[in-house]
């Protein structure tokens, strides 16, 4: 094989992967440069991609990407926006179940990154994809931004609730089952069941976690106290948690729920360092694990994940048949009507029992 039937193959498989999705074909002098190819090399490599229909030349005199090879048969590309939180498990499990949803259904995924509302590659994204699924930051939704989520087909938020804007939303963990963990711990005998909220900016998902805790423990007589933070739970939960539990913060506290799995972890943690041990003298729960609370030592009882592909495969046939919301067969927010508990090592009776 020669040179230019090499460089040919590299820059097919990049159009069949959607890598100029936003930016379309590079022209020849770019393309030398990032292939580390002379131009009359790069200029035959594109000949052989137009011989093949990869691409086209248009009106100007560049090539252009042929619409029906890019991604699949169908030519339906699927993109996922969001914040750079790169240690976010729940992001990975998304692009992880977005992935493989895509492979069965023969559409081209394509993951992206915003940094704020107003981000241009937010409608570079919108211009060149058919759907769109977005995990949005905590930053407020600018008016403008908004009007632009409402005229795009086939847009998906995720984690959240935009029901009432009239966009499709997928909601994994519906706060109301932060009540079954809490009866559940009841139940076993724990009657002083602390909240606890870490996090330097908090969501309407946290928020209403809080709430339903708040609701619970006014039905159940749970005087039992929110202890929270606005700081990261990464680099300042374990420390400030420790100091906490040194000034008595879980005296008489036999159980706690916390509002993400990162606090949870920071607890254990100080829990441990403070002779308190999780598995026998405090149970803590969560409502997400975000793909390591099953996994961690001690594991951490949570909900087990939903089937996220049952959830996903109308929405994709949705997205596919053009992805207009008065096409939509179903609910405007989509969430579980079950979620089973699994019931990690940190699920005991209290010690008192």
């Known amino acids: ?32 440069e990032k292939l580390g190819a002379n131009r009359l ?33 169908q030519n339906v590309r699927v993109a996922i926006l969001t914040p750079p939180a790169f240690s976010s498990g729940n992001i990975r499990i998304w692009y992880e ?10 559409v081209l995924f394509r993951p992206f990154l915003f940094v704020h509302w107003n981000d241009t590659s937010i409608s570079d994204v919108f211009s060149n994809f058919d759907g769109v699924f977005i995990i949005p930051s905590e ?6 931004t908004l009007l632009q989520f409402l005229a795009k087909d086939g847009l998906v938020f995720l984690n959240t609730n935009m029901s009432h804007h009239q966009i499709l939303s997928i909601n994994l963990y519906p706060a109301i089952f932060v009540r079954q963990l809490l009866d559940q711990l009841s139940q076993m005998g724990h009657q002083n069941i602390a909240c606890l909220h870490l996090q330097s900016d908090i969501s309407d998902v946290l928020n209403n976690r809080i709430s339903q805790w708040e609701y619970w423990s006014t039905l159940n007589e749970n005087t039992a106290p929110f202890i929270k933070a606005n700081i990261n739970p990464f680099n ?32 254990i943690r100080a829990c441990k ?11 803590i729960c969560t409502i997400d694990d975000e793909g390591i609370g099953m996994h961690s030592t ?9 089937d996220i592909q049952k959830i996903l495969r109308p929405v994709f046939n949705w997205i596919k048949a053009g992805g207009n919301l008065d096409t939509w067969k179903g609910p405007l927010l989509i969430e579980p009507a079950n979620l089973k508990v699994y019931p990690g090592e940190t699920l005991h009776p209290p010690v008192n029992k």
């Open 1 to 32: 094989m020669q040179k230019f039937e090499r460089l040919a193959a590299t820059i097919e498989k990049q159009i069949e992967k959607g890598d100029f999705s936003l930016s379309g074909l590079p022209s020849e002098r770019i393309l030398a």
């Open 41 to 73: 090399t790069i200029r035959k490599a594109l000949s052989l991609l137009e011989q093949k229909k990869m691409i086209s030349r248009a009106d100007n005199g560049r090539y252009e990407i042929t619409p029906q090879t890019v991604g699949s048969s």
């Open 97 to 106: 179940e977005l992935f493989r949803c895509a492979e069965q259904h023969s």
């Open 139 to 144: 930053e407020k939704i600018p008016e403008e």
């Open 236 to 267: 300042e939960g374990y420390t400030f948690l420790d100091e906490q539990i040194q000034k008595g913060a879980l005296k008489n506290i036999t159980a706690v729920f916390c509002t993400t799995v990162h606090a949870a972890i920071a607890l």
């Open 273 to 283: 360092n403070n002779g308190l041990d999780p598995e026998k003298d405090i149970s």
């Open 298 to 306: 001690p594991s951490i009882t949570c909900f087990e994940k939903p």
